[in-house]
């Protein structure tokens, strides 16, 4: 498995992250778009490195346009010399129409014609050929000399789509060449419902798709206690009600559900038992978190994220833990 870096936000944090995390080892870093931008950070990233991917995990794809997103990656793509990753994520509906003032419809059909318009506006330009995308929710028909970007001999960056529900995996099967699984995940989840979903779906000839992990870790009692209070919150999420069901949890979902409606936080904690915690977490030394996670996710991940829920600091708090995972 490929080991990647979080980067901090504040742009001022990024330069040091980026090269903190190529200098430990790291294979990449992500920056995602919860209080900053998804792609500013990405170009300072780059400037200061010279063999970390990085990419945004990820970028709310329905708060832009198809055209707009394009031209962002294909810039980073090229600045980077070829180590961009383009993550997509549709977000909810309150925030595409409330937050972002954008449409929203049909989450999973607008994703696959986004990333179907992406392609081919970067083919346009690859190739010289017209620019003719129709479609429900795209259209990109228009495109002269003027407006088509320098070249970029590095190719069309990698399209990583998060999913979660049946309908945005088989999207992300059809049209992606990544696909970023929730924490809020079971190696059993993983191997059971994730994996065979995608499998079925993808297409015949296409390259495999490249799963990379957001996976909590705990290395000391505060990590486990923020880790349990996180479960209970994402638990609480009808959405991920199926990962507590295919275990036989899911009653937990609706004492959860319940409570949160009340806010009454601090009491949903206590009701993630230990076993639900030890399915979910990675928990121990340095060295048990590296064996538990190469137990669980060898063969199944192409790419794992070290996820403790508030966690302010750096990629240098995981020296160990990378260095755990790098020694057979």
């Keep these: ?45 780059a400037e200061h490195t010279t063999r970390l991917e990085l990419g945004s995990s990820v970028a709310i ?23 961009f990753v383009l993550g997509l994520g ?36 690859d190739s010289g050929e017209r620019l003719h995308h129709r479609s429900e929710f795209y259209d990109h028909t228009l495109m002269t000399p003027n407006f088509v970007p320098p070249e970029n001999p590095y190719g069309p960056p990698k399209v990583f789509l998060a999913a979660v529900g049946p309908h945005m995996l088989r999207t992300t099967a059809q049209v992606a060449d990544g696909l970023f699984t929730h924490p809020f995940l079971t190696e059993r989840y993983l191997r059971e419902v994730i994996l065979p979903e995608v ?42 009600r199926p990962v507590l069901e295919l275990h036989g949890w899911g009653d937990l979902q609706t004492d959860l559900n319940t409570l949160s409606k009340r806010e009454r936080w601090d009491e949903m904690v206590p009701l993630v038992t230990d076993e639900i915690l030890e399915s979910m977490c990675s928990i121990g030394t340095e060295k048990e978190v590296a064996a538990d996670l190469r137990r669980r996710y060898d063969g199944l991940a192409h790419r794992v994220r070290f996820n403790r829920p508030g966690d302010a600091s750096g990629p240098a708090r995981f020296a160990g833990l990378v260095k755990a995972l790098r020694t057979p």
Excluded: C
């Design 199 to 240: 499998e079925e779906h993808r297409g015949e000839g296409m390259a495999p798709l490249e799963i990379a992990l957001s996976a909590f870790v705990a290395l000391d009692e505060a990590d486990v206690e923020a880790v349990r209070r996180q479960i209970s919150f994402y638990g609480s999420t009808p959405a991920y």
């Design 1 to 45: 498995m490929k080991i990647d870096a979080r980067l901090r936000d504040g742009l001022e944090h990024v330069a040091e992250d980026a090269r903190t995390a190529e200098e430990l080892g790291f294979d990449g870093a992500w920056n995602s778009e919860n209080k900053a931008d998804a792609f500013l950070p990405i170009a300072v990233g």
């Design 61 to 83: 794809a329905f708060a832009r346009t198809p055209m707009t997103v394009a031209y962002q990656a294909v810039d980073l793509q090229r600045f980077s010399r070829g180590r």
């Design 90 to 125: 549709s977000q909810v509906r309150p925030h595409v129409q409330r937050r972002f003032s954008m449409p929203w419809s049909r989450p999973a059909a607008r994703m696959k014609d986004f990333v179907v318009a992406l392609r081919a506006i970067w083919h346009a330009w």
